[in-house]
């Protein structure tokens, strides 16, 4: 069974902290990696995506990929109130479909 | 540009019943992928559909279909429903690939 693995948390960072969420999964042809948000009772928003080895910077948030560990990771720089939410990491383990296999998510809080 | 809309967005029904769940993605994409949320199982895939044709399909059951129409738009059908489909059903577009799968905001469904 392929699988993608995330800490549920809660992760709890006070803000301006660094957030650090990780995720690993199991199939090594897997391609490209996805990091969605998601608000309580919202659907999911795609806040990036990477396919090749080591950081992608958007904003504040980092991707980073290390496929020999089969580990995505993302950060959030300076964390806001407004950061708290479920991540949820998502790959896909079939180039050509659109079909993504996700996590169940952490949950990020953000104190003031 | 419109975002997914899903209609409706609450349904409630009952043991047995059969439901339609309609999806229309963002203006110029051709792939519409429809994935299934519920707390303990967190988010699966149901299945993919491009240009009209179903490309990839999940592990569910064959009471879940759907269609997708010449204009993009898609529907999924769920027959016989059991109180354990209740969810959050969401739908996702994109071009072609998994990069920019954007979602709507979901269908609750109860099953009562």
């Known amino acids: 069974q392929k699988e993608v693995e995330q800490n549920s948390g809660p992760l709890s960072v006070p803000e301006g902290a660094i957030a650090s969420l990780n995720c690993t999964y199991s199939?090594?042809?897997?391609?490209?990696f996805f990091w969605y948000r998601q608000y309580s009772g919202k659907s999911p928003e795609l806040i990036m995506f990477?396919?090749?080895?080591g950081d992608k910077e958007d904003g504040r948030f980092t991707a980073q990929l290390n496929k020999a560990s089969q580990y995505v990771s993302l950060l959030i720089r300076d964390s806001q109130p407004s950061d708290s939410a479920t991540y949820l990491c998502?790959?896909?383990?079939?180039?050509?479909?659109?079909?993504?296999?996700f996590g169940k998510g952490t949950m990020l809080l953000v104190s003031p | 540009k419109a975002g997914v809309t899903q209609t409706p967005r609450y349904l409630i029904k009952t043991r047995g019943q059969q439901v339609t769940l309609s999806c229309s993605p963002i203006s110029g994409h051709r792939s519409v992928s429809w994935y299934q949320q519920t707390p303990g199982q967190g988010l699966q895939f149901l299945f993919e559909y491009f240009s009209e044709t179903q490309r990839n399909k999940g592990n569910f059951p064959g009471r879940f279909s759907g269609r997708q129409f010449s204009n993009s738009r898609s529907e999924m059908n769920v027959s016989t429903l059991e109180l354990g489909d209740s969810a959050l059903y969401l739908c996702?577009?994109?071009?072609?690939?998994?990069?920019?799968?954007?979602f709507g905001p979901g269908t609750r469904l109860l099953v009562l």
């Open positions: 199939d090594r042809g897997s391609q490209s």
């Open positions: 996702a577009s994109s071009p072609i690939g998994p990069e920019t799968q954007y």
């Open positions: 998502a790959v896909n383990m079939n180039s050509g479909y659109s079909t993504l296999t």
């Open positions: 990477i396919y090749s080895n």
